[in-house]
C-alpha cells in the first residue's frame, strides 16, 4: 500500500518557507496571494475521483472549472479508465496528474486530499462514500448513493458519525424550473396539494449470470474490487462496460433509482416529506403508487408525459397543476398561472432534442461553499437517505406484487417478513460497513 503523504502548503506556511531562504528578496505573484481574483492555494479545495466511467467525467468537468478547485489523484479499477482520465484532464485543463490508483483505499490514505467524488458502480457509492468519510474526507456521491434500505441509513448515520459533508448527485434540486414548481406547488396557488407525479424508467430486474470469461490481469481490470461487496460472480467485460444494470446483485431494485432517485427526491421536497417517507406502497404494471401520512399520493410512472424533457415531475392541486423536466419548460392550469411565469430556465444539456443550455453547476458549486462552510448541502444524507428509501420501498412492492405498509420512523414494513428482510443485503468480505 502507498504509505508517503503530501501534507498541504497552507499560504502562511509557504510565506514562513520562502522567508526562511533569505538570500534574496521574494517576489509572489498575485495568484500565489490570491490577489486579482486568483485564489490562495491555502483556500482551495482538493479533489480526488473515485470511478472514471461516463458520469464521473462529466462531474469532473464541472469540479475543474472551480477556480477553487485543485485536483489531486484518479482512482478507477480499469487501466484503461485512468489512463484515458489522465490525459483528458491533461489535454482540456492542462493539469498533470501523477497519482494514478487501482485500489481506493489507498486513494483514502492521503492525507492532503479533502473530498472525493464517487461515481463507480451504483453497487459501490454507499460504501465507498462510508470509506470516505471515515478517513476524514468530504463527498460528493452519484446517485443512487446506497443500493438498499438498510444501507440508505446506514449512509446518514456515519456522514454525522465522522462529520463529513455530502451532497448526493441528485442535481436537479439546484435547477431553476424545478425549484420554481415546488415553490408553486408549496404556495398554496394549486390549492390543497393532491398528488405528485415522478417520472421513472419502464421497471425490469434480473437475476442470471451472464457467459462466463476469462479473468483479465489485475492490474488491466480488477475484477475482485470490481465486485468489491456484492456477491461473487464470473467476470465477463460487458459488465465493466456498463451493463450491470438491472442485474440485481448490482442494480438498487428494477431500475428504480435511474430516474426515481431524481424525481421521487423532487415529489417529496413538494409534499414536505423530507426526512420522511410514504406509509402504503402498491404497484400496478410497471406504475408504482405510495400515500404519505398526511394524505397525498405519489404516482411513480414512466409514461403519459407532456414532452418537457427527461425526469419530468407533476404536481397536482385541487385548483391546478405544474409539469416540467429536463427542456426547462414548464405547463401549467389554470391559464391564469401563467403569470407566475416570468423566467426563462436553463435546459439540462438539451437531452429532450431543444436548445442546450447551461448545466447545473449551482449543485457541484453547493457542495464546494458547503465543504468550506460546513453547513449541510442542499442534497445532503438526510435528504438523499428518506428519498432514497421511498423509491426502495416502492420497488419493492413491484418485486413483490403485493401492498406493503411502512413504517418511515423505523424504516420497517409493517406484517411483512420478506420485505423487512429485503431491507438489506449480505455484504461480500472484507466490504462490511
Not at 408 to 417: G, I, S
Not at 419 to 430: D, F, G, H, I, S
Amino acid at each position: 500500500m502507498r504509505t508517503n503523504h503530501f501534507p498541504k502548503c497552507s499560504r502562511r506556511r509557504f510565506l514562513q518557507a520562502a522567508a526562511a531562504v533569505g538570500a534574496a528578496p521574494t517576489v509572489l505573484s498575485a495568484k500565489v496571494l490570491g490577489l486579482d481574483g486568483a485564489t490562495a492555494p491555502s483556500n482551495k479545495i482538493t479533489l480526488a475521483i473515485i470511478g472514471c466511467g461516463g458520469r464521473g467525467r462529466h462531474d469532473l468537468r464541472r469540479f475543474l472549472r472551480q477556480s477553487d478547485v485543485q485536483f489531486l489523484a484518479i482512482c478507477d479499477v480499469q487501466r484503461e479508465r485512468r489512463k484515458w482520465t489522465k490525459d483528458w484532464v491533461a489535454k482540456e485543463f492542462n493539469i498533470q496528474v501523477d497519482d494514478e490508483y487501482r485500489d481506493f483505499r489507498e486513494l483514502l490514505d492521503r492525507k492532503d486530499i479533502d473530498s472525493v467524488l464517487v461515481a463507480t458502480g451504483d453497487h459501490w457509492h454507499a460504501h465507498a462514500s462510508i470509506y470516505a468519510a471515515r478517513a476524514g474526507k468530504d463527498v460528493y456521491s452519484e446517485k443512487p448513493c446506497a443500493i438498499t434500505i438498510d444501507l440508505c441509513r446506514q449512509l446518514a448515520v456515519s456522514m454525522k458519525r465522522y462529520g463529513a459533508i455530502f451532497q448526493g448527485g441528485t442535481q436537479r434540486r439546484s435547477l431553476g424550473n424545478f425549484k420554481f414548481a415546488v415553490e408553486l406547488a408549496g404556495s398554496g396557488k394549486l390549492g390543497k396539494l393532491k398528488e405528485v407525479h415522478a417520472a421513472i424508467y419502464y421497471l425490469d430486474v434480473r437475476y442470471d449470470w451472464l457467459p462466463a470469461q476469462s479473468i483479465p490481469d489485475r492490474e488491466e481490470i480488477d475484477w475482485d474490487l470490481w465486485l468489491g461487496p456484492s456477491p461473487w460472480r464470473p467476470y465477463n467485460k460487458e459488465y465493466v462496460n456498463g451493463r450491470w444494470r438491472s442485474h440485481y446483485d448490482f442494480d438498487s431494485g428494477a431500475k428504480h433509482h435511474d430516474w426515481g432517485a431524481h424525481t421521487v427526491d423532487l415529489c417529496q421536497w413538494a409534499a414536505d416529506a423530507d426526512g420522511s417517507a410514504p406509509v402504503t406502497y402498491w404497484a400496478e404494471g410497471h406504475q408504482m403508487f405510495g400515500v404519505y401520512e398526511n394524505g397525498v399520493k405519489l404516482v411513480m410512472r414512466p409514461d403519459g408525459w407532456m414532452g418537457l424533457g427527461n425526469c419530468a415531475v407533476r404536481f397536482e392541486g385541487e385548483d391546478g397543476w405544474i409539469e416540467t423536466g429536463d427542456s426547462g419548460r414548464i405547463a401549467v392550469s389554470p391559464d391564469l398561472l401563467r403569470g407566475e411565469l416570468t423566467q426563462n430556465f436553463a435546459v439540462y444539456g438539451g437531452r429532450d432534442g431543444g436548445t442546450h443550455g447551461e448545466d447545473p453547476v449551482t449543485h457541484i458549486r453547493n457542495f464546494i461553499d458547503c465543504v468550506k462552510t460546513r453547513e449541510q448541502p442542499t442534497c445532503n444524507a438526510d435528504v438523499i437517505c428518506s428519498s432514497h428509501i421511498a423509491c426502495h420501498a416502492s420497488a419493492l412492492s413491484w418485486l413483490l406484487k403485493r401492498e406493503l405498509r411502512f413504517d418511515p420512523k423505523t424504516d420497517t414494513f409493517l406484517n411483512d417478513d420478506q420485505a423487512n428482510r429485503m431491507r438489506t443485503r449480505t455484504w461480500r468480505e472484507p466490504w462490511v460497513v
